[in-house]
């Protein structure tokens, strides 16, 4: 069973520059998340969704936008990189508050 | 908002020693979950708390909920290198906004076992 997917595994960008992670879940999870891990903070929720066409913000959205136009699909997008926004991102899907994660992407913003 | 508090922040144990790792709620826990993050890896679930008293094993780690003092803690027996990692507890808020079950999540215990 692939779980939840996540590409890249690790990305360079160019301040300024604009970029795509992508997450897919194939275990049909209704509730489908995205947080960033940064030392010494442990994982923060930065957008969120609890089903096709509905997302949320969590506790740090600015600089990130989500979409989720299938249940399967949850893709965040960079509009402007900026070095404050380098960090492990992972994806994650829940259910029944056991969520799985993506084995997360590595993002360096120079 | 829930916040969760994890200690000790690292800790560094000799092999075949046994360690403790608190997380302890600024609310009432509902649902709390042990994970554990190998360097540059995902998050791989350990077990999940829901009821007061509640202890589980799994191989070398118990994890009880006291929910009392809305704290978990998570024990390992007799530790091993390959239990070193990042634990990361994490609690579901039923009441969270958007009635979304989002889970809160510590700030990680890195665990070092030297061989």
């Known amino acids: 069973n692939a779980g939840v997917t996540q590409t890249p595994k690790f990305q360079v960008l160019k301040t300024g520059q604009s970029m795509t992670l992508q997450c897919a879940q194939d275990m049909n999870h209704e509730y489908m998340s995205w947080y960033r891990q940064d030392p010494g903070m442990g994982l923060r929720l930065i957008h969120y969704s609890v089903g096709a066409g509905i997302t949320d913000q969590g506790e740090v959205p600015n600089g990130y936008n989500v979409s989720r136009s299938t249940t399967e699909d949850f893709p965040l997008r960079l509009l402007s990189a900026a070095p404050s926004q380098t960090s492990v991102y992972f994806c994650?899907?829940?259910?029944?508050?056991?969520?799985?994660f993506g084995q997360g992407t590595r993002l360096t913003v120079v | 908002s829930q916040e969760l508090e994890q200690s000790p922040q690292s800790l560094i144990v000799q092999e075949g020693k046994n360690l403790t790792i608190n997380c302890t709620s600024s609310k009432t826990l509902y649902g709390l979950y042990w994970y554990k993050q190998k360097y540059g890896e995902g998050l791989i679930f350990l077990m999940m708390l829901q009821k007061g008293g509640e202890e589980k094993s799994h191989e070398k780690i118990t994890a009880k909920l006291d929910e009392k003092k809305q704290q978990s803690s998570l024990h390992i027996t007799a530790s091993q290198p390959s239990h070193a990692g990042i634990y990361l507890c994490g609690a579901d808020d039923p009441f969270s906004s958007g009635s979304a079950r989002q889970l809160t999540f510590g700030s990680g215990t890195q665990l070092t076992v030297l061989p």
């Open positions: 994650a899907s829940t259910q029944r508050g056991e969520a799985f």
